[in-house]
């Protein structure tokens, strides 16, 4: 499995061309950059389809563009400093091109407010995650000579009613987001500021809209949420007042649901939390062959101290009781994590109890990080980022090496097996190669043959390498 060190920023996507009739901004040009999390890239298509109503095309190219706009991840210092490094290239680039609107979105958006706009001089229009239906209108604002700011967070927008344009290149999977904000309030976390309170999407319009991939080709959706597991949908309440008297529809209920779609539709959901992740949820796994053996379920630390200054609500003995769960209810399910190294009053002992936690779950794969203090946080506001520099590295790299060797015992356990593989795409090492998924969500390179992208085959896993495996097609 592949291991990954920064999740964010490893990656941006840029719109396709696409273009729909539209209204007031017909004829202008959008380029449109991402980064960061999944629930980023689920809003860019949120974003893409709001202005190609309004007349927008997409282009590839930002030196072409009218609008530029960037969204953006406020989680760890590292991710804000490379979207400003962007930014100022984009300001160079605007001064061939000097009528080009450059805007913020997502979390730096909201956080930062005017200051992007105003202190920095880097942007034309700011817009935080609940505001993106008055872009078309800010756009015009800037237009008219003035600066555009909208960050006003919502109770109640999910963007149900849009039909996101999707921007991914492949046409095989795609995301759905089924919550918005989060209301955890994890200590090292920035999220619950940036994204506001937690609510849920109707779930018939998440039904919708998978059924509508389902159509458009596409065999597999993840459901997106900051914490799935606290999915909540009033069905008397029209999304705006929740009775506790009335039925509701929770995430196991929400995923049986989308699973009825078709049982070619692969689905997946990220990201899960130990502490509010029910055995419902795993029976509904076991009951449904297309709903994915796969659980993202950050621990962030193995040690119960830690885990109380992270206010993350759980033990660690809680989190292995839900591992154990996992492995009791869904023989063979792949786990992931997030761990952070090196959290405010960290000491060798709690390091080495998030070591000992990972030889007993041995993850499939784990997203790893240096903790990065973020204004206002809880953490930023009660305690001292005072582990130095070179120990967070040295933890770090000690809890990368252990999950490299144990990535590397599960992939090479795969060999042998015979795995049902959605085709992805074409490999990156060759065109006669592709790229899909097991069930598992193991990456497998095998040979093309007369295998079409979005075709589920039957793949024995012959090979690995650290980062994936390699097989061929059995008929
Ligand atoms: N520093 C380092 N990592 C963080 N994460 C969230 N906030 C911080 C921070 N301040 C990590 C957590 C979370 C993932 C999305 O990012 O591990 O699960
Ligand atoms: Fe941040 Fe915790 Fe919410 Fe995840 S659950 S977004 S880590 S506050």
Redo the contacts with the bound molecule.
Sequence with gaps: MSITIEKDMDETRQGEAIQMEGEGHKGKKLYLESYGCAMNFSDSEVVASILIQQGFTTTQDSDEADVVLINTCSIRDNAEQRVRNRLTQFNKAKRNNPGMVIGVLGCMAERLKKQLLEEEQLVDLVAGPDAYRELPNLIQEVEGGQKAVNVLLSRDETYADINPVRLDKNGVSGFVSITRG?????S?????FT?GRERSRDPQTIVQECAALFNAGYREVTLLG??VDSYRWNMTSKGKIKDETKPTTNFAQLMEMVAAVHPKLRIRFS?S?PKDMTDDVLHAMAKHKNICNYIHL?V?SGNTEMLKRMN?GYSREWYMNRVAAINRIIPDCGIST?IIAGFCGETEEEHQDTISLMREVEYDSAYMYKYSERPKTLAQRKFEDDVPEEVKQRRLEEIIELQMQHSEKINKAQIGKVEEVLVEKVSRRSDEQVMGRTDRNHKVIFDQEDAAIGDYVHVKITDCTRASLLGEIVK
Excluded at 182 to 186: E, F, L, V, Y
Aim: aromatic share 6%; net charge neutral.
């Design positions: 989060c209301d955890n309030m994890c090292f976390c920035v999220v619950p994204r900051q914490n990201t939390h950050p962030q993350r997030d």
